[in-house]
């Protein structure tokens, strides 16, 4: 059996692995709860370390099919250990900060040695962003492992077509396990991803990303693309705050897609509308791969567009929405 054909069947073992692991997660009362308080949208108490679920199954399988994934485990399964401490002990901000900076500085030091100081600089900045922002994104249920599923189900195919068959079934096993995952946690979920599942899989989506456009697989809008549902909601969100004052680092409930559940969209209903704004963005960035430099451009204008249109429509019924509150509570 070639080495790709033994690859076939690392999503199926990564996917039975992290359903079996889910659920002697729920049997375990001792592991940390997911509270509700003001800034939750889910009104019981529910585990939120369904992410050791998934971090497990992608350190397992990862050694057992691949070769060449070693660094993205190594740091993702550091990151992995910050952040079940933080569910466990809430750390200080500036100290997990300070663990997501070292991962992108040694994920370049490894495996992008000869980048100019002032674009690695960029790319820390870059990758500790997209480590953040899906923390930020794990807000409501089944998003995140939407996410999951669509962006590395994409990143696959995509490595697939660039010829690396190693990234592309690696990117496939962890598409398989946010499958498995989505089955305990799309609404209404029984288990939380938690941020040892968030932190790890922000990292791994901005490494695979800008080691696929270092390695000249995919250009560097591909990966942007690919996740901008995540990507522009928290940035958005990010600057909206930011400018306002606000501590953005903090829990709050002021993401679009909080809103839309806020607004009486719901949990099922706003992540079936992000599933289909995913898979749309996914799929443009696959097709636009092969497409004249011209064309590339012009689409991502039109998803600029479409993104700015999207924030403002929900800006605008957001407004509409808490003034009618405040006009009932007068």
Same mark, same amino acid.
């Given at each position: 059996?070639? /080495?790709?054909?033994?690859?076939?069947?690392?999503?199926?073992?990564?996917?039975?692995?992290?359903?079996?692991? #889910?659920?002697? +997660?729920?049997?375990?009362?001792?592991?940390?709860?997911? @509270?509700?308080?003001?800034?939750?949208?889910?009104?019981?108490?529910?585990?939120?370390?369904?992410?050791?679920?998934?971090?497990?199954?992608?350190?397992?399988? &990862?050694?057992?099919?691949? $070769?060449?994934?070693?660094?993205?485990?190594?740091?993702?399964?550091? +990151?992995?250990?910050?952040?079940? %401490?933080?569910?466990?002990?809430?750390?200080?901000?500036?100290? =997990?900060?300070?663990? *997501?900076?070292?991962?992108?500085?040694? #994920? @370049?030091?490894?495996?992008?040695?000869?980048?100019? +100081?002032? +674009?690695?600089?960029?790319?820390?900045?870059?990758?500790?962003?997209?480590?953040?922002?899906?923390?930020?994104?794990? &807000?409501?249920?089944?998003?995140?492992?939407?996410? /999951?599923?669509?962006?590395? &189900?994409?990143?696959?195919?995509? %490595?697939?077509?660039?010829?690396?068959?190693?990234?592309?079934?690696?990117?496939?096993?962890?598409? %398989? /396990? %946010?499958?498995?995952?989505?089955?305990?946690?799309?609404?209404?979920?029984?288990?939380?991803?938690?941020?040892?599942?968030?932190?790890?899989?922000?990292?791994?989506?901005?490494?695979?990303?800008? $080691?696929?456009?270092?390695?000249?697989?995919?250009?560097?809008?591909?990966?942007?693309?690919?996740?901008?549902?995540?990507?522009?909601?928290? /940035?958005?969100?990010?600057?909206?705050?930011?400018? =306002?004052?606000?501590?953005?680092?903090?829990?709050?409930?002021?993401?679009?897609?909080?809103?839309?559940?806020?607004?009486?969209?719901? *949990?099922?209903?706003?992540?079936?509308?992000? $599933?289909?704004?995913?898979?749309?963005?996914?799929?443009?960035? #696959?097709?636009?791969?092969?497409?004249?430099?011209?064309?590339?451009?012009?689409?991502?204008?039109?998803?600029?567009?479409? $993104?700015?249109?999207?924030?403002?429509?929900?800006?605008?019924?957001?407004?509409?929405?808490?003034?009618?509150?405040?006009?009932?509570?007068?």
């Amino acid at each position: 059996m070639s /080495t790709d054909n033994y690859m076939y069947f690392a999503p199926m073992v990564a996917a039975a692995i992290c359903l079996a692991l #889910l659920f002697m +997660l729920l049997r375990s009362p001792s592991l940390p709860q997911d @509270l509700p308080n003001d800034r939750s949208l889910h009104s019981a108490p529910v585990s939120r370390s369904g992410g050791l679920a998934m971090v497990f199954a992608i350190a397992l399988t &990862g050694p057992l099919f691949f $070769y060449g994934v070693g660094t993205w485990l190594s740091l993702g399964g550091v +990151l992995a250990l910050v952040s079940f %401490a933080d569910d466990w002990r809430s750390l200080p901000f500036m100290l =997990r900060l300070a663990a *997501h900076v070292l991962a992108a500085v040694a #994920l @370049l030091y490894y495996q992008m040695p000869d980048l100019p +100081l002032p +674009l690695a600089a960029l790319l820390v900045l870059a990758i500790v962003w997209g480590t953040n922002l899906y923390n930020f994104m794990d &807000g409501a249920d089944g998003l995140a492992g939407g996410m /999951t599923l669509i962006g590395f &189900g994409a990143y696959a195919i995509a %490595a697939w077509a660039g010829g690396n068959s190693t990234n592309a079934w690696f990117a496939a096993s962890v598409s %398989a /396990t %946010a499958a498995a995952f989505l089955l305990l946690n799309f609404h209404p979920a029984r288990i939380f991803m938690g941020d040892v599942g968030s932190i790890p899989l922000g990292f791994l989506a901005a490494a695979m990303g800008v $080691y696929g456009w270092y390695s000249a697989t995919w250009p560097a809008w591909f990966p942007l693309l690919t996740f901008s549902p995540f990507i522009v909601d928290a /940035t958005f969100t990010l600057a909206q705050r930011a400018a =306002r004052g606000e501590r953005f680092w903090q829990a709050h409930r002021e993401h679009y897609y909080q809103r839309l559940v806020r607004m009486g969209l719901g *949990h099922r209903n706003t992540a079936l509308a992000e $599933y289909v704004l995913m898979a749309a963005a996914g799929i443009s960035a #696959l097709l636009l791969l092969g497409a004249p430099a011209f064309l590339q451009q012009l689409a991502l204008a039109i998803w600029a567009a479409i $993104y700015l249109a999207l924030a403002t429509m929900v800006n605008k019924k957001w407004a509409s929405h808490m003034a009618g509150k405040q006009h009932d509570s007068a």
